[in-house]
Each structure stands twice: as structure tokens, then as C-alpha cells.
């Protein structure tokens, strides 16, 4: 049977962690673009049919906002409140969820296809969110990160000195040196506390959008993609944040459901994403979906959307593609839909060790400065090129050009080399144990 067409709506959710957004498309094939990289318009109204939404109280995540143990209030890193005294008594995500909600009860009633995207903010920095969710997490339940120390193999180049973070009033209160210097331990582990639970909290967020989906009826008939746009380091080398090629950054979630292919259609009267309370000890957990161990890219989210939906699978881009209207770089991943009548994208691999994810990261120089994490294009002089296999994970820093955005592979500054299966958390690199930089050209496709 061909896939199920979108007679009611596609609906993506993301942790969209730079910009928080909720906007509409009438067409399925619609997508969204928001912040600097569309000058601040979330490429409205091109692609969207409603203005995007963003939520009010979202101009104040990054304000003094946050109560400290000296009763005043402070720009924090960590930041539970109660969300009854922080301005406008709601927080950017509740505030998103209530405004995708009145979304779908619109489209309920429309005969028109529908492309919801929902952006949530949590968990990126501050870790403002409701301090009830806490208790989900005892700090005297919290481990460090398994491997907290940087190690001695890591090139500098590769060392994020984590400085958004350093910023932070009450991370600046405790005087770490810069680059390498550790934070202390028992503020890691409430790093960590916090960060998960800001995790549960987005999950609350999810879990009601989704069970509304139920109660409107439109569970049945609409896509869901749920993925984010990079990981975080939790203390993993002694690094903090998302500014590297490691697996704890590049490393995201991609969860899809599509009706009566990845579930059951529901019978009459029953849920399927009925909402789960965390506090609730009586809730039921959901049973698990199928898990594909493959690696994939984001890239592929475009044609997978595009075929899911019943639309044509735009075809590759060639190189250049300048001149092309419309094409696509990532696979299409409908194999992992069990749909068998479809013809598969010859492109993707049969061989799981054929598969192949790349990402990349820039530096302004070989050793660790205060914008190392976020260079301007005019300064990035170093890029950082990352092959992650289900073998190994090999990364060459070479000399780039911002001008000509030209990397010079002749010119390589520190390589990094891991073997998943005996070193998965990536700390004992074998680089110089290697060809060094004629490795590259060996292990690329």
C-alpha cells in the first residue's frame, strides 16, 4: 500500500536551540528557517501561512530572572523557578505548546493539509524552568560524566573552552581559569541535575501537544517528527556545551510516528498519546517504538518528510547545484517505514558499515581563545571536518579560507581518531598512532 498522504497534517517538533518558534505552513512542504540565518523574518511570509509565533516571555531567558540563595535575582546558569514570580507567571515553552494547540484546533476544522513546526527552547541555556522538577532528579542521585577529565591525546584545537557558559553570574562566581580549568564537582552534578531536568520538563511540554493531537482526532491522520539541532556535553572531557565534533554534541535525537505504519491505528475511544504526569507514580509507561541503530543525517529529514507525506522525492542535487530549482543532498530513509511497495532510494547503503554521518566545526585558531566557540566567519581560520562511521570517528582540522570558504586539506593542523567499540567514549585518540593526516583520504568514500 503507498504511504499514508497528509489528508490532515504533518506536524515537527524540535528542540530548536537557538530560537524559539511556532509556525504554520499550509502546504506540506513548507519548512522554517528562523534567526540570523534568515534575518531575523523565519523566512515569513515565504514559507509560512500564519505569522510564526514567538513567545512573549521569551525576552527575559537570559534577564535576572533567577533567585539566588542571597535572595536576589541573577542572569544563572541554573535557574528553577517558581513560575507563578517570574514575569508574565508563564514560561517560552508552556507558552508555545498553548499557541501550537489553538493551531491544531484550527486545522481541525479545515479541509486543508497542514505543516506545524513547534521550536522549544529547554534545554538550552539558562536552565529556566519550573523548580517542581527538581525532585525528579535528588542531587544526591547525580554521577559526574564517565569521563570528566580532558584527555591527553585531545589536539587543543579540538577543546571547547565553553565561555557562553562562563558568562553566567553564578558560573562567574566561582572563579575557573580559563580554558581548562574543571568546575567543581559538586556544581557539576547540579549542572547536571539541571539539565535533566529541563529535559523532563520540554517532555511534559511534548506529552501535552501530542495528547491534544488525541483529543482532537487528528492522531490518526497526522506525520510526527521529533529531533533537535545538536546534542550537549555534560562534562564529557572536561567540556561543556555543543561546540565540538564529539558524539555528545553531533549525537541527536530523530523519533518519527506515522499512522498505522510505526503504531496501530488507535480503536474508537482509545488514546494514543494519552498524557503522562512525571509526579504521578500511578502513570503508565508507553511501550517503546522500534529503534534503528543506523546512522543518519538531519539532511535526510527533507525527503523522508517529502515521501512520508506522498509527495515526490526531490532528486539529488548534483555539484554543483546552483543552477537546480529543487533537489536534495540526504538519503531518503523510507526503508525504515517497512514500506516495501516503494521504490528505495538507491542511494543509501544496504551495508550498515557503508554508512556514513559528517559534521563540522570551525576555530579562529590551534589553541583555545574566548571566541573559539563561536568565531565570526571573518575570523574562522581552522575547520574542523568529522567522518563518524559505526566503526570509528575521525576528524582532521585543516587551514580554511572565510573568503573563498575553501578548507585546504594540505594544510592539516591536528587529526583525532576513535574506535567506537573499544574506546566509545572517544577519549584515547589514535591519531598519531596512525598514517595521520594520508588517513583521510583513505577512509573517505
Known sequence: MPPPRTGRGLLWLGLVLSSVCVALGS???????????????????????????????????????????????????????????????????????????????????????????VGYHKPHIPFRYPKEFQKLYPLENITLAPDPEVPDGLPPVAYNPWMDIRQREDVQALNISVPYGPIPVDFQRKIRQSYFASVSYLDTQVGRLLSALDDLQLANSTIIAFTSDH??????????????????????????????????????????????????????????????????????????????????????????????ELCREGKNLLKHFRFRDLEEDPYLPGN????????????????????????????????????????????????????????NFSDIHAGELYFVDSDPLQDHNMYNDSQGGDLFQLLMP
Open 27 to 117: 502546504e506540506t512542504q513548507a519548512n522554517s528557517t528562523t534567526g540570523i540565518s534568515s534575518n531575523h523574518t523565519d523566512d515569513s511570509p515565504y514559507s509560512w501561512s500564519f505569522p510564526p509565533y514567538h513567545p512573549s516571555s521569551e525576552k527575559y531567558e537570559n534577564t535576572k530572572t533567577c533567585r539566588g540563595p542571597d535572595g536576589e535575582l541573577h542572569a544563572n546558569l541554573l535557574c528553577p523557578v517558581d513560575v507563578l514570580d517570574v514575569p508574565e507567571g508563564t514560561l517560552p515553552d508552556k507558552q508555545s505548546t498553548e499557541q501550537a494547540i489553538q493551531l491544531l484546533e484550527k486545522m481541525k476544522t479545515s479541509a486543508s493539509p497542514f505543516f506545524l513546526a
Open 231 to 324: 546534542g550537549w556535553a555534560l562534562g564529557e572531557h572536561g567540556e561543556w556545551a555543543k561546540y565540538s565534533n564529539f558524539d555528545v554534541a553531533t549525537h541527536v535525537p530523530l523519533i518519527f510516528y506515522v499512522p498505522g505504519r510505526t503504531a496501530s491505528l488507535p480503536e474508537a475511544g482509545e488514546k494514543l498519546f494519552p498524557y503522562l504526569d512525571p509526579f504521578d507514580s500511578a502513570s503508565q509507561l508507553m511501550e517503546p517504538g522500534r529503534q534503528s541503530m543506523d546512522l543518519v543525517e538531519l539532511v535526510s529529514l527533507f525527503p523522508t518528510l517529502a515521501g512520508l507525506a506522498g509527495l515526490q522525492v526531490p532528486p539529488r542535487c548534483p555539484v554543483p547545484s546552483f543552477h537546480v
Open 352 to 407: 550498515p558499515r557503508e554508512l556514513i554521518a559528517y559534521s563540522q566545526y570551525p576555530r579562529p585558531s590551534d589553541i583555545p581563545q574566548w571566541n573559539s566557540d563561536k568565531p565570526s566567519l571573518k575570523d574562522i581560520k581552522i575547520m574542523g571536518y568529522s567522518i563518524r562511521t559505526i566503526d570509528y570517528r575521525y576528524t582532521v582540522w585543516v587551514g580554511f579560507n572565510p573568503d573563498e570558504f575553501l578548507a
